[in-house]
């Protein structure tokens, strides 16, 4: 948590190729790592996590890849469909008390 | 599935007013925080609470913030006297013990005039 960063803050993909996000941190307590997905108008919701002690976890479309010595994870989507375009937002947390969401990546899918 | 709730979902207030927004947790949920995110920009953490008190908070969180749990269900963010700044989605957002999962409701829309 504390220090997080997003790049991109904006993407533009074509239907069907893959999107990547990137979450870098700062602190090295963090152990759970996880993406948010926030449409237009909506709360964020869940879409994937991962904890501190697994390199990277798949869930259909979606995954997530971490890399605690460099201190960032990654989101992957593949197969881009339109109801994939959305803000997406990491939160990567040590504690309970302080969860602090990164600036957010807005991911446009072109038809 | 249970869902945290929120009320109101849209307030318009004048400057200068108080404003309490409310907030139901999923009932098992003993982590509750607040979060702000102005029209386009990131989600910020406002407040964490556990256990009856305050557990961290942000430089936003200033005296004109505070939070109360008034009831066995209930969450409360009051803000005293309200700014133009103030206008933006208020989240709250609840958390099992051992989980590490947030869940946010649905938000109070507040618009400051």
């Known amino acids: 948590g504390e220090n997080v960063e997003q790049h991109p803050s904006t993407l533009s993909v074509q239907e069907g190729d893959s999107a990547v996000i990137k979450c870098t941190y700062s602190?090295?307590?963090?152990?759970?790592f996880p993406w948010y997905k926030q449409e237009l108008g909506k709360r964020p919701q869940l879409i994937i996590d991962i904890r501190s002690n697994v390199g990277e976890k798949k869930d259909q479309r979606i995954a997530v890849t971490l890399n605690k010595t460099a201190k960032h994870f990654s989101l992957h989507i593949t197969e881009t469909q339109p109801e994939d375009s959305a803000v997406y937002f990491c939160a990567p947390s040590s504690s309970a008390s302080k969860i602090i969401f990164g600036s957010g990546t807005r991911l446009s899918i072109r038809p | 599935e249970p869902e945290v709730t929120q009320t109101p979902s849209h307030q318009v207030t004048q400057m200068g007013q108080e404003v309490i927004l409310r907030c139901v947790p999923i009932?098992?949920?003993?982590?509750f925080y607040w979060y702000r995110q102005i029209l386009g920009q990131k989600v910020e953490f406002l407040v964490s609470?556990?256990?009856?008190?305050?557990?961290?908070k942000s430089e936003i969180f200033d005296d004109q913030f505070s939070v109360e749990r008034p009831d066995g269900s209930n969450f409360t963010l009051k803000i005293r006297s309200t700014k133009l700044e103030d206008s933006a989605m208020y989240f709250c957002a609840s958390r099992e013990y051992q989980g590490n999962t947030i869940y946010f409701g649905e938000g109070s829309w507040l618009t400051v005039v």
């Open positions: 609470f556990y256990n009856n008190e305050i557990s961290e």
């Open positions: 009932s098992n949920h003993l982590y």
């Open positions: 602190d090295s307590a963090s152990n759970y």
